[in-house]
């Protein structure tokens, strides 16, 4: 994750990771300049950048071992699995019964070769689905793109600017189109 003493260094607010950590006075901002660099950035690639706990409702499961296609990308790892049976009550799925397959561009979800989804009850929202997805370590070239953002919004702190602004070349978009999904259809 892109830290406030990073942002600071790159901003040249502080020579030293000690210097950052005595400035204080702008962490309000920069910390929000990094969570909105995020943001955009996980807009701009449809995958998940930073790290963290996913939930999916789901009203059913697919027919037989079908696939959940999962709305995240990367996935790490399955947490857990709920549901609630056929008679109402709660149960969960361990992960070792589960195959997260992680090649394709969204992840699936399966049961294990030559098992079933259990069934449930046929109420809505029947299934819950957590799951760690992101990458637990920014990788450099978004960390690159980030900084970039802060940069820019750090220096250019209102919605319109004065004179012949130019976007960088070989700047975010580029750093980023190599984690970037296109919708089809």
Known sequence: MLTLTRAKLHLRLAITAEDAEAYTDEDAIIQGLIDAAYLHAEHYTQATLLSRTQTLVLDAFPVGSGKIELPWTPVDAIESLDYIDPDGNE??????????????????????WGTQWPRTTDEPECITLTATAGYAQTPPDVEVALLLLVGHWYENRESVAQGGLQEVPMGVPMLLDAYRIHAVG
């Open 91 to 112: 149960q969960s799925l361990d992960a070792e019964t589960l195959r997260l397959d992680t090649r394709p561009i969204y992840p699936t979800l399966s049961p294990q």
